[in-house]
Structures are given as C-alpha cells and as structure tokens.
C-alpha cells in the first residue's frame, strides 16, 4: 500500500480519459472525506454539481452562448464538456460572516477541489482540473443554476485511466526553493 505522501507524490492529471466514471455512490465517500479540509467557522462554502450525459450537452451549449461562437469554432466548443464522461462543477458557496473573507471561503473550495482530485486519483480514475474565463460567464453560470453568493472555480474532469497512459508525469520539484525559514 502506497504512503499518502507516494499517492501525492505520483498525482498526475489526465487530459484523455476513457468512458467509464465513478457512479453517485461512489463518489460519496470521496466528496465527505474531500469536505474534511480546514475550513475557518466550519462554514463549509462549497459544493459540487455531478454533471453526466446530456448536462454536458447543456454546458457546452453555455460555453457557445459565452464565446458567441459559431460554425465549426462553435461545434469544438460544445464538445469540450464531452471529454470526459463526467464533470464535477467545484462551486464555491460565499457566506456573510465577519471573521471569513470571501477569498478564504474560495480558498476553502479549492481545497475541497485538490483534495477530490487526490482522492480520485488514488481510487485509480483519470482526472483532470479545468478552469478558464467561461468559470464567470453568466451563460455558464445559468446553466449550473448559480446563485448570486455562489462561483464557479472549475470542473474536475473525471472518466478511466486508458492503458498504459503516461500522460501529465511531471518532474519533481525542488522543496529547498519553495520553503524558506524566516530568521
């Protein structure tokens, strides 16, 4: 069995996926445990919309809307939520509270997101972090059914690893340039 820092270690991202995806049940576990991150006032501002099938469809057709895209760029963009069998919309849900700032509540999302992502990857499924400007489209936003209080951080593109994939390996990082002690 792999050390959870082996499974963090060795995370890679997986922009081609085949069909087969985790269903509702098995993401439950995933998502309560991925809902474990610090979280200040345990405020939990976040959520996670499943979207399979023809909610694709919808997405695609939103990312259209936005673009204002038509002919052949407009047919690659409603396909783009296609590339994986399932999505998983991270939303961060902003709350009034004096002691949390919105941008700690994203934060808390976006944890919430990395830790999913982990989690799936280490259950053995392709994932892949998608974000970009149709996160603050309002076409895009209407076809997840945003409130106000809510923004979108991205999708988690998420279907089975193809065989012998060596896709998204990256090299290691050097720890000594990124931590610094202060004196």
Known sequence: MRSLVEAVASRRS????????P??????????AA????DHSSLRPWRIIELRGDARGRLGRAFVKDAGAHGPD???LEQKPFRAPLLLAIVSVRQKSEK???WEQDAVAAGVAHTLSLLLDD????VFWRTGTHTRSNAVSRAHDLAKNERL?????????PDGS???????IDPERYLTVLG
């Open 23 to 32: 269903t509702h049940a098995e993401l439950l576990p995933l998502v309560a």
């Open 123 to 126: 259950a053995g499924w392709g």
């Open 166 to 172: 060596r896709e998204g390996h990256r090299t290691s």
């Open 14 to 21: 997986y922009s081609r996926v085949t069909d087969a995806a």
């Open 74 to 76: 407009a047919e690659k």
């Open 35 to 38: 809902g474990r991150v610090a």
């Open 100 to 102: 949390v700032p919105g």
């Open 153 to 161: 951080l991205g999708w988690l593109y998420v279907g089975g690893v």
